[in-house]
Nanobody, 116 residues
Framework: QVQLVESGGGLVQPGGSLILSCATS????????MKWYRQAPGKERELVAS????????NYADSVKGRFTISRDNVKGTVYLQMNRLKPEDTAVYYC?????????WGQGTQVTVSS
């Protein structure tokens, strides 16, 4: 059974930093690209960052480029999202995602709130 569990969210002031983690199980993690999405109230879920199976190819949404860093540990089966210089518009529920065997799998999400 594929399982994705996000952690690390919380309340942070503008300009602050957080690191999100997504612990995985139930599939061969190192074979798959991983993605982070986020969804704010009233908005569609948007792709924030993606990383290839080896970590050799990485892409970011323009809105987070230069501030966020996606990485993975293929031994631990964990993908990370380091978020720096956070802005109020980064406030959202952040989700880990993998597309495997013609299906999308999602974690439960972790709330990130950027506010003074």
């Amino acid at each position: 059974q594929v399982q994705l569990v996000e952690s690390g969210g919380g309340l942070v002031q503008p300009g602050g930093s957080l690191i999100l983690s997504c612990a995985t199980s139930g599939f061969s993690f190192s074979w798959y690209a991983m993605k982070w999405y986020r969804q704010a109230p009233g908005k569609e879920r948007e792709l924030v960052a993606s990383i290839s199976s080896t970590g050799g190819s990485i892409n970011y949404a323009d809105s987070v480029k230069g501030r966020f860093t996606i990485s993975r540990d293929n031994v631990k089966g964990t993908v990370y999202l380091q978020m720096n210089r956070l802005k109020p518009e980064d406030t959202a529920v952040y989700y880990c995602n993998v597309y495997r065997s013609f299906s999308d799998y999602w974690g439960q999400g972790t709330q990130v709130t950027v506010s003074s």
